[in-house]
């Protein structure tokens, strides 16, 4: 079953509230379902914060089962002066990519990698073209075209845990640009 | 095995024929003195109006921004462009001026283009036999020997010719490594375009002066100028190499295969090809006159020579090998093709340049004053215009700012004698900067394709330039200019 997940914005030091959410996920031993997002690729500039100037609020993406708990403890720390300013269920989660290779041998591997998703993630838009032109085989100086082109564009969606993982995976890829991943709330 | 004569290309067969039309007009005329036409130059350049060299920016900046944008559409498409705009400066030049623009179209087509071409086929023929098999590991001291082999014999088979050959055998050795674009990168640097600096047959604007009268070992004065870029270089790359090679995962030895030459009997043509222009800057026969062009009967028997060097590679040379360096004849034709608009519509470009303070371009001579003006002109233009041309219009542009109106040789003599740093900073820029981007000089092209092909992510278009060529070369073009163009 999928995964709630909740986008908080909490006013506050950043580094305070860093701290603070280690402390929290060490005493309670939670491994999974809190996520500091200034620590993963993860685009937080939402257009009503960059409008007003806010760019000193943190964000936190916490699961649903966690979210009570957590919003509770931060209330309870009033000596550290966090003011929680949003705390709205997130709808979806995605990233963009893009490719384009001129090898074979890299192609495939990049079919097999989208073809091949980690469970909990799923390809929303995905745009893949594959031409051959074997009046372009060999080699040019001043008119250069490659034989053989594939390249794609796409939309990746699913859990965000498993979207930062892929994430990851996607930008150690030579050929691979990947955007932020994006929160839909 | 040979290639057979059904597998013979057409472009082959139309150099034979070019011979065979070489050798026609050699039995036309005979004179026993070179008679200069300066006198006509200097009237068609004074009186050729400023936009008649539009056709010339057209034509190159086609060649620069069409595989940028219309890279498909070009790929098909560019003869017809390079017709378009050679027609578009041949039709009015002759209707206009007649006898004269015939005339020196010729002038540039039999002196300048028709042999300009031979070369590089031959070259490209004969290098296009030669083939480097064989395991190789990609670590810092073997990529940096294959830099400094690559960089050696770019001088002595031309730019293009050490890329082909070498460019296979660097990327065979780093296959397995994450961080190899910067190997690629200055395989481009040094390999496709620095170390052809030393003689004509390094890079083709080095051709172009030999054709006009640089003597074959004149370029060799750019030494100093070449080392100064190259070992810094060549150390900065050997520094990067290995901090990457650092971080990377080590394959497990794998299968080893010996590594030898296929095809090293070319290097005997190869030899053929240096000898024939060799000799023919230094025997003097006298003059064929060829549709009212003087050309030297020395050149002729070069480009002989050179074609029958072509044509041996071919005939002795395993088809397997041309097949393993993806051999085909597109590159030359490309070439072939696209300079024979560029030496069209360069007409009027030399012409108003030869004028002097008589042409509609004198403002260019009294811009530029010194060396270093010369370099950094003839550089930046080689940088995003192809390097020949460039080369071309600033020689021309020397003799008009310093020897208008004498002969040819005479000007040519003074400034090689009078004005060498001047022929030295626009020999050295046009062939520097020619590695500043992809379109700066033939080969580059053909090492970014190539590689791409091989699974290497090359940096794109405005890439290259502005994470390497302006971070890495710039700085050590401004020295070169502080240490020997000050004056």
Redesign the interface.
């Known amino acids: 079953m999928a995964v709630t997940y909740y986008e908080l914005v909490i006013k506050g030091s950043g580094r305070l509230l860093k701290g603070f959410v280690r402390g929290y996920q060490a005493a309670k031993s939670i491994k999974r379902g809190l996520i500091y997002c200034n620590d993963y690729p993860i685009n937080t500039h939402h257009l009503k914060e960059i409008l007003t100037l806010r760019g000193d609020n943190v964000h936190l993406i916490c699961a649903a089962r966690l979210r009570s708990a957590f919003l509770k403890a931060v209330e309870s720390a009033k000596d550290l002066e966090f003011e929680v300013l949003s705390d709205q269920q997130i709808t979806r989660t995605s990233l963009d990519f893009e490719f384009c290779?001129?090898?074979q041998?890299?192609a495939s591997e990049l079919k097999r990698i989208f073809r091949t998703l980690p469970v909990g993630l799923k390809l929303a838009q995905y745009e893949p073209k594959e031409s051959v032109?074997p009046?372009?085989?060999?080699?040019?100086?001043?008119?250069?075209?490659?034989d053989?082109r594939f390249e794609a564009k796409g939309t990746v969606e699913g859990d965000i845990e498993k979207l930062i993982s892929f994430h990851a995976k996607l930008a150690a890829h030579?050929?691979v640009e990947v955007e932020d991943i994006l929160i839909h709330v | 095995m040979a290639l057979d004569n059904k597998a013979m290309p057409r472009f082959a067969t139309a150099c034979g024929l070019t011979a065979l039309v070489v050798l026609s007009f050699h039995g036309l005329a005979f004179a026993e003195t070179a008679h200069e036409t300066t006198h006509e130059t200097e009237s068609l350049g004074a009186l050729l109006p400023i936009w008649s060299v539009i056709p010339f920016v057209g034509i190159l900046l086609s060649?620069a921004f069409f595989?940028l944008f219309a890279?498909?559409w070009?790929?098909?498409h560019?003869p017809k462009v390079s017709a378009f705009w050679a027609t578009l400066l041949a039709l009015p030049l002759i209707v206009k001026y007649r006898g004269e623009a015939i005339h020196e179209i010729l002038h540039v087509y039999i002196i300048e283009y028709i042999p300009f071409i031979i070369l590089l086929w031959a070259l490209f023929t004969v290098a296009g036999g030669i083939h480097v098999k064989g395991t190789l590991s990609g670590s810092p001291t073997l990529n940096l020997i294959l830099l400094v082999i690559g960089t050696v014999i770019a001088s002595w088979m031309g730019t293009?010719g050490a890329s082909?050959i070498l460019i296979r055998p660097v990327l065979r050795a780093n296959a397995w490594r994450?961080h190899k674009i910067h190997v690629i990168i200055f395989f481009i640097f040094l390999v496709s375009n620095i170390g052809g600096a030393l003689t004509p047959l390094g890079d083709p604007p080095l051709f172009l002066g030999f054709l006009l009268g640089v003597p074959f070992f004149w370029t060799m004065k750019i030494l100093p100028h070449m080392l100064f870029v190259a070992v810094p270089l060549l150390i900065l790359f050997f520094l990067i190499d290995s901090f990457y090679y650092r971080r990377e995962e080590k394959p497990e030895t794998t299968e080893r295969v010996a590594v030898r030459v296929e095809g090293a009997h070319n290097l005997i043509f190869l030899a053929g090809v240096v000898g024939a222009v060799l000799f023919s800057g230094m025997w003097r026969p006298g003059d064929v006159n060829i549709l009212g062009v003087h050309e030297g009967l020395q050149h002729i028997v070069r480009d002989l020579i050179l074609i029958v060097m072509g044509f041996a590679s071919l005939a002795t040379t395993k088809k397997q090998i041309r097949d393993d360096n993806?051999?085909?004849w597109?590159?030359i034709k490309?070439?072939a093709i696209?300079f024979a608009g560029i030496f069209m519509c360069i007409v009027p470009a030399i012409s108003i340049l030869q004028a002097g303070e008589h042409g509609q371009l004198a403002f260019i001579m009294t811009t530029l004053e010194t060396p270093a003006h010369y370099y950094w002109i003839t550089g930046s233009l080689s940088s995003f215009l192809d390097n020949a041309p460039s080369y071309l219009t600033f020689f021309n542009s020397l003799l008009g700012k310093f020897f208008t109106g004498l002969p040819h040789h005479e000007g040519v003599h003074g400034l090689l004698t009078e004005q060498a740093t001047y022929l030295k900073a626009i020999s050295a820029g046009s062939v520097f900067f020619g590695a500043m981007t992809y379109i700066g000089n033939?080969?580059n092209?053909?090492v970014?394709?190539?590689s791409?092909?091989?699974?290497v992510?090359m940096p794109s278009f405005f890439g290259y330039p502005f994470k390497y060529g302006i971070p890495i070369l710039l700085p050590l073009f401004l020295l070169v200019t502080l240490v020997f163009f000050r004056i």
Do not use: C, Q
């Open positions: 290779t001129f090898n041998d890299v032109d009046d372009a085989k060999g080699v040019e100086f001043y008119a250069p075209a490659h053989y030579e050929f | 060649i595989p890279p498909k070009w790929h098909h560019f293009t082909m994450r993806e051999f085909t597109f590159p490309e070439v696209l033939a080969p092209f053909m970014k394709s190539i791409e092909e091989a699974g992510r």
